[in-house]
């Protein structure tokens, strides 16, 4: 993940600036009960003095910008910065801008002591950045990034830098798009909307689909969740295409994307999960749109439920979801889905291909995998199956036996002739193994993914 410096940021704030854009205030202080050779500064072997209770006194000073930050005090988080350079003042100022739009519950830096290096007459140190957003994150975000001090001529530090690219590339963390561009947030209960300059127009049609998102998706999931989400709305695809393991690897084939943010502790946590919309659905809102958010609040709502479980099923269900507040009529189908069933189907489709170039037709053949259980055996048989998939070393096939009386075969060639049955019906099969049944179906379900305008049939 590249990011560009922050000090080269221009007046505009358009380029990049780092999670914590950090500057100190620091006065050279030791507590009363010190000696004076403690309290008495110190020089290395080139004659540099260095203060005594740095550590201390670097701590000091981020508390105190913390508070100001949570207090919306912006000239006092941008005490000591170095004046001297307008565009690191600037990007400071524009991340203060995007970080007092933000519900903070919790805002706090931590020194970590043992990171610090001096570099002539300056000073390296990492710095913990915790992070909570209030009715949103249940815990607190924790990211680490570098900050380069240096002393000024009346016993002050000031933070000269907060840019090091060697370190960031060794330490990677995912910036959230208030952490590197300006963004609009735009908030209601349950929704925050991160949008920029050019993408803000949509918010407010975009929210109302949210916040009804959120009411449907939360009477088809049975499991307990926040009824909330934080969603980056944003007018390209420069925060999509940082995160890691993207589906397909190419941000210009996904409409939308369900990602975890991380606690940044060594246990890897999830502390919550969002979503991204790519910025061409900004423009289209209507019932392919309103579905695909109810598609990634499914992911939302089953968080790490759908962790271990095989990509067919996460992404079936969330498409089974997605379209249960739709008529049949409404309910379609990629076409490439429907030729894959026509075609004959040997299996589930597997997680190491699920996103190749054949995925709208994964996720169709997955959604109606799910949507025969749900005819044959109920809608609590695809909870039940998740929660038993989801468990470590669980066999698939195993599994389905168990539950169900299915193998993966098996399944995969009857939810195809459910799909021929509802969208194909006259379909006359060469292969006999995919007849469709005698009798149709009344339960069909669309597809999520990136599919062209044309290449979808309907009921």
Known sequence: MSIIPAERWPARFATAVLCSLLVLSLPACSDSSSTSERSAPTT??????????????????????????????????????????????????????NLAQLPLGQFAYDLDRSSMVREDDQYWVVVEVTMQLEQFDPQPVVTRDRFRFAPKQDDRFVVSSVTDPEWESANDQQKQPWDVVPV??????????????????????????????????????????????????????????????????DPEKLDGVAFPVMAGD???????????????????????RDRLIRHELT???????????????????????SVQPLPPELRRLPQDALGEAEAGVR???????FNDAGSSANYGLSWW?????????????????????????????????SLVGLSSRMLARRGAKMMINEYDPGFLPSDPAVTPPATSTDAPTAATGPTEPGNIVSP
């Open 44 to 97: 290395d072997a080139s004659g540099i003095e260095v203060p005594p209770d740095l550590a201390e006194a670097f701590t000091a000073t981020l508390e105190e910008r913390a508070t100001a930050l949570l207090t919306r005090d912006k000239e006092g988080f941008l005490t000591g910065i170095d004046r001297a350079d307008p565009g690191f003042v600037t990007a400071q100022g524009g991340y203060y801008d």
């Open 369 to 401: 995998a799910c949507e025969y259980l749900v005819a044959g055996f109920g809608a609590e048989s695809l909870w039940r199956l998740l929660e038993e998939l989801n468990r470590p070393g669980a066999v698939q096939d195993d599994v389905l036996e």
């Open 266 to 288: 060594e246990e890897g946590r999830v502390v919550a999960t969002r979503f991204a919309l790519h910025p061409s659905m900004l423009g289209q809102p209507g019932t392919e």
């Open 299 to 321: 992911h939302v709502a089953l968080g790490q439920r759908d962790d271990r479980a095989p990509a067919w099923l996460s992404e079936g269900i969330a498409e089974w979801v």
């Open 184 to 249: 609009l947030a735009r908030a209601r209960p349950g929704v925050l909307g991160i949008f920029d300059k050019a993408s803000v127009a949509a918010a407010e049609p975009l929210m109302d689909s949210i916040e009804q998102g959120i009411g449907n998706v939360s009477a088809t999931v049975p499991y307990e969740w926040r009824d909330s989400v934080v969603v980056y709305a944003l007018s390209d695809t420069k925060f999509l295409a940082s995160l890691d393991d993207l589906p397909g690897g």
């Open 347 to 353: 299996g589930l489709p597997g997680d190491g291909t």
